[in-house]
């Protein structure tokens, strides 16, 4: 399965979707990770699915597990998934952080575990972007959360001057 092409420069090699991708979902405006890629037979049945379809999370900081299927994740992993069908990845603004965004991510999770207490710096989190009207201006917002995705502390900063590359393809998706 690969991303929707809209988001390649023209005549760019569409990119294969890979667990652990970190993704832009809803628009941009949340960054998540590609826990599973639903696509052969046995996969579809296992996870009750009728078309290629995969799993995401915005539970960070992603692990990488055996065997991703819904029992392990749900259950045992406690690990919220939100199921994307290959048909809807366009409408959803799914697509990869491109190697700068990534890397801006990274400096981003570091600098937000400066501005909370001690206790909470090893905490998951879940990673957002919003913009500011009518400035335009993104800011990142970290959310250090619990188990149960109670949130212990949010911090919120403006990004970088010239981070945001939407659009741009991904050079690659190892992490």
């Known amino acids: 399965m690969y991303y929707p092409p809209r988001h390649y420069k023209i005549g760019a090699i569409p990119q294969e979707i890979v667990v652990g991708d970190f993704i832009w979902t809803l628009e941009g405006a949340s960054v998540e990770f590609v826990a599973a890629v639903i696509e052969n037979k046995d996969d579809l049945a296992r996870w009750g699915l009728l078309e290629p379809s995969i799993a995401v ?41 491109t190697s700068n965004e990534r890397a801006e991510l990274a400096w981003a999770l570091s600098e937000a575990r400066t501005r909370v207490p001690s206790v909470v710096r090893n905490a998951p989190y879940r990673v957002s972007a919003t913009m500011q009207f009518p400035s335009r201006e993104e800011s990142w917002r970290i959310y250090f959360v619990d188990g149960s995705s109670l949130v212990f502390e949010c911090v919120e900063f403006p990004f970088r001057p010239n981070t945001r590359a939407i659009g741009e393809q ?3 998706s190892n992490h």
Do not use: C, V
Not at 82 to 93: A, D, H
């Open 57 to 97: 999370t915005g539970n960070h900081p992603f692990r990488m597990l055996d065997h991703y299927d819904r029992h392990r994740l749900w259950i045992e992993e406690g690990i919220d998934t939100t199921i994307y069908k290959q048909s809807q990845l366009e409408s959803q603004g799914i697509h990869p952080l």
């Open 170 to 172: 991904a050079a690659s």
